[in-house]
T-cell receptor, first 111, second 114 residues
Framework: KAGVTQTPRYLIKTRGQQVTLSCSPI?????VSWYQQTPGQGLQFLFE???????NKGNFPGRFSGRQFSNSRSEMNVSTLELGDSALYLC??????????FGPGTRLTVL | AQSVTQLDSQVPVFEEAPVELRCNYS??????LFWYVQYPNQGLQLLLK??????LVKGINGFEAEFNKSQTSFHLRKPSVHISDTAEYFC????????????FGKGTMLLVSP
């Protein structure tokens, strides 16, 4: 069974631009969660989608948004990028609430 | 709300030595506990989890952890580490009833040297 895939793996943007990251969950998994990982803050929960509905949201500004499609694939968008948005963005999918499977992440660098 | 404290940001150890990575949690309700490992330039991989039952949980790659409710701890152990165990290890917690998200600790970098 294929794992969680994230595209692109690496991305370089400049301040003020916007970016869209994509996540394809494991087949049959309906829940997709997004996390931001930075050296200073560690792993922080962004949001979770289940059956195309946002089920939970972390404490991030409105510049961070996401959506989930009917095939469970998910995208997250960050508008008006800031230097502090540079991070590894991880996506995780799950079939139950007891185990999340993580993708390799997208490394975003904002210059 | 739940919180997790990983007491050591880095743990250096020699190959074939035993290791313990410490994790303490805080919660007013019952929880599930998890350990994840992250190798360089990769996502997180589940090592083991405690949901219920025996407090000693065995995971992949020879790791095990013990749930101690009275001390609110879930320390990770391995009797003999390998160079390939060099990675960052994350402890995580979520509420055991109803829906809730995972809360992660800040991580412990395990550095195994020959």
């Amino acid at each position: 069974k294929a794992g969680v895939t994230q595209t692109p793996r690496y991305l370089i943007k400049t301040r003020g631009q916007q970016v869209t990251l994509s996540c394809s969950p494991i087949s049959g998994h309906r829940s997709v969660s997004w996390y931001q990982q930075t050296p200073g803050q560690g792993l922080q929960f962004l949001f979770e989608y289940f059956s195309e509905t946002q089920r939970n949201k972390g404490n991030f500004p409105g510049r961070f948004s996401g959506r989930q499609f009917s095939n469970s694939r998910s995208e997250m968008n960050v508008s008006t990028l800031e230097l502090g948005d540079s991070a590894l963005y991880l996506c995780a999918s799950s079939r139950t609430d007891n185990e999340q499977f993580f993708g390799p992440g997208t490394r975003l660098t904002v210059l | 709300a739940q919180s997790v404290t990983q007491l050591d940001s880095q743990v250096p150890v020699f190959e074939e030595a035993p290791v313990e990575l410490r994790c303490n949690y805080s919660s007013s309700v019952s929880v599930y506990l998890f350990w994840y490992v992250q190798y360089p330039n990769q996502g997180l991989q589940l090592l083991l989890k405690y949901l219920s039952g025996s407090t000693l949980v065995k995971g992949i790659n020879g790791f095990e952890a013990e749930f101690n409710k009275s001390q609110t701890s879930f320390h990770l152990r391995k009797p003999s580490v390998h160079i390939s165990d060099t990675a960052e290890y994350f402890c995580a917690v979520r509420r055991s009833s109803g829906y809730s998200t995972l809360t992660f600790g800040k991580g412990t970098m395990l550095l195994v040297s020959p």
